[in-house]
C-alpha cells in the first residue's frame, strides 16, 4: 500500500488531498492509504465530522527505500523527517517546486491553482472516474479552506468551477454557509495554550542564499475572531520567542487573518523581523505588531515578498 | 509568445516536444513558440521533413524574469545558460526531477513514460483538443525516437496504445517501416567530426554528493550500423579524452548503441573510467571498450548503475 501524506502541521488541503488521492490511486490501479505528519487543526475535525470519517493515522517511520507520494508539499522540511532516504513516487501540488528530487522518473502534478482539491477533482475526470459524494466534500472543503471561500488571492477560475461542480455531487446546497461553520470552527481555539496556537499553521522557509541564508517560521492564524488571537498577544510573542531559541531561528512571525475582514495584522517578535517586515513590505512595526493590510496569503502574498527582500540583500 | 524549448543536444523528442507543447499552449489561450537548444541530430531532420516543417528556430538570448516554459528536461545544466534567471512557468518531462526550483507555483507535468509525446497526447485528450496530423505524426515519431520502437526498457504500455491511437491519425499505415526509416536517417552519420558525433545526444551528470561530486559526460549513439561508429573508435577516444580535460569533466563515456541488436558497447577514454564502469556493472575492459549486454537505456539503466556505484562510495 502507497502511503500518501501531505505536509507538517496539516491543514485541512493536506488531509482531504491524503485521503482524496488515496482513494482515487486504488481505483486506479495503485492501492494507496492516507497519513498524516501532524495533530490537526481545528477546522479539520469539522470537516471530517460532517463527512463522517475519521482521520488517517499518523505516518509510521517507513524503512528506507520505500515508495510515497506526497501532496500540498513538496519541500524536504515540510515532510516526512527521514524523505531523503524514501522513493517518491506521486507529487500532486500548488506550490512552488522546491528542493526536492527524485530518484527515477515520477508521476508529478503541479498546478498554479488554490487548492489541491482542484487539482485531484482534474484527475477524476481526466480518468473518467465518478466522483463520490464523499470525495466531493472533501475536495470542496479544501478548496474552500485554502482559499478561504475565494477571498485569497490565490484563487482561480479553475477552483470556482471545481466549487460549482462539487456542490450538488456533495450534497451540499449552501456553500457559503458551510464555508462559514468551516471558518467559525477553525476560530473555535478554546484554551489552546500559545505554543500549538503557533504551530497550528506554521511553515519554515530558507531565505537568501548560501552563508546568508537565514531559517525563518511563518505561522498564519486565519480566523474570524481576530481580537481572541490578538487578545493573547504576549503569551503568543513569548511562545514565538522561545520558538527561535530553540530552533536556532533567524526569524519567526505569526500573522494573524481576519478571514472575513481580509486583513493581516502580523506579532513581531524582535527588532530583526521588525526590520525585515520594514524593508519587504514599507510598513512600520508599533507595538510589537505590524498592519500588513490586505497582504493575506503567505503563499502569494507574504512569501514572495521576504524572498525578494532577501534575494535584494544578497 | 511563451518559449517552449527542449534540453541542448536536442533529440527528436525535445525538438518535437516544443513544437507540440507551443501548439497546444496556443490552442489553449497561453501563445506559445518552439525554440531549440543546439544542432538537430541526423534523424530529427527526417522526421521534420516527412512532416513538411521547419525546424524551430534557435532559442536567443531571454531577458531576465522571462516566462519560459520546458519540455523533456529539467536539469539547469541541461537547459538553457541563464537558465536560473528566467522563470519556469510550465515543465513537461518524463525524466527524474532534478535541481530545478520555481519561483512561484507552475504548471508541472512529469510521468514515468517512454517519451515526452506520451504525456503531449494525453494533455490533448484531457483538454479534450483534436489531435491534428501534423501534431499526431510529432507526437508518434518522438514515442518510436524515445523507445527504439518499443524496444528500450523505458517503454510503457501508454506509450504503445499512444502509438497504436497516433498512426492512423498522422496517417501512418506501416508503424515499423516507419520507424525502420527513421532509424536508418538517425544512422546515417556521412563524415561527421568526432567531436560532433560524440555530442549528438550528450548529457552532464553529477554523480555523489558534497566534495566527493563528480562531473560525468554520457553520450549515446544508437544506430543501427554500429560497425560504422566502432569504425571510427580511435578518433572518437581522441575527441573524448579532449572534451574531458576542456570541460575539466571526471568521465568521459560513449554507448554506441545496436538499435536492432539492443546492445551497448562504450568507449571507455582512460583507467578512470574503466574502474567505473567494473564497479558499476561488473564488466571488464579491454582494448578501450565495454561490452555493457542489453543495457541500452541511458536513464533506466546506465545512469541509475552509475548513481548507485558512486552512493556507495560516498
Excluded at 477552483?159 to 456542490?167: I, S
Excluded at 451540499?172 to 499553521?201: C, H, N, W
Excluded at 503567505?298 to 540583500?313: D, G, H, S, V, W
Aim: proline content about 5%; charged content about 20%; hydrophobic content about 45%.
Amino acid at each position: 500500500m502507497l502511503p500518501v501524506f501531505g505536509h507538517q502541521n496539516p491543514d485541512t488541503d493536506a488531509i482531504t488531498a491524503a485521503l482524496v488521492y488515496a482513494s482515487f490511486l486504488t481505483r486506479t490501479g495503485t492501492p494507496a492509504v492516507a497519513y498524516r505528519l501532524g495533530d490537526l487543526n481545528f477546522e479539520t475535525p469539522f470537516v471530517l465530522r460532517e463527512a463522517g470519517i475519521e482521520a488517517p493515522a499518523m505516518l509510521p517511520e517507513l524503512a528506507p527505500g520505500t515508495a510515497v507520494a506526497l501532496v500540498d508539499h513538496n519541500e524536504t522540511v515540510q515532510s516526512a523527517p527521514n524523505l531523503a532516504d524514501l522513493t517518491v513516487t506521486h507529487v500532486v501540488d500548488h506550490h512552488k517546486l522546491g528542493d526536492l528530487q527524485t530518484n527515477a522518473p515520477a508521476m508529478l502534478r503541479f498546478e498554479p491553482v488554490g487548492s489541491c482539491g482542484t487539482i485531484l477533482l482534474r484527475l477524476h475526470r481526466e480518468a473518467n472516474l465518478t466522483v463520490e459524494p464523499l470525495e466531493a466534500r472533501l475536495m470542496l472543503s479544501a478548496i474552500l479552506s485554502d482559499t478561504l471561500h475565494f477571498r485569497s488571492p490565490t484563487t482561480t477560475d479553475a477552483d470556482r468551477e471545481a466549487v460549482e461542480f462539487l456542490a450538488p455531487v456533495a450534497g451540499i446546497d449552501d456553500v457559503t454557509g458551510y464555508a462559514m461553520r468551516m471558518f467559525v470552527a477553525k476560530s473555535d481555539l478554546g484554551d489552546t495554550p500559545a505554543e500549538q496556537l503557533l504551530k497550528i499553521d506554521y511553515k519554515e522557509f530558507v531565505f537568501g542564499e548560501g552563508e546568508a541564508a537565514q531559517r525563518w517560521g511563518v505561522g498564519v492564524t486565519e480566523t474570524t475572531n481576530p481580537a481572541y488571537v490578538l487578545g493573547r498577544q504576549d503569551e503568543l510573542l513569548a511562545a514565538m520567542r522561545r520558538l527561535k531559541q530553540e530552533e536556532e531561528l533567524q526569524g519567526v512571525l505569526l500573522s494573524v487573518v481576519d478571514i472575513l475582514q481580509e486583513h493581516n495584522e502580523t506579532l513581531v517578535p524582535s527588532e530583526a523581523e521588525a526590520a525585515v517586515l520594514q524593508g519587504a513590505f514599507g510598513v512600520q512595526v508599533a507595538g510589537d505588531r505590524a498592519n500588513l493590510g490586505s497582504c493575506i496569503s503567505r503563499k502569494k502574498q507574504l512569501i514572495p515578498a521576504l524572498e525578494e527582500y532577501f534575494a535584494r540583500q544578497g
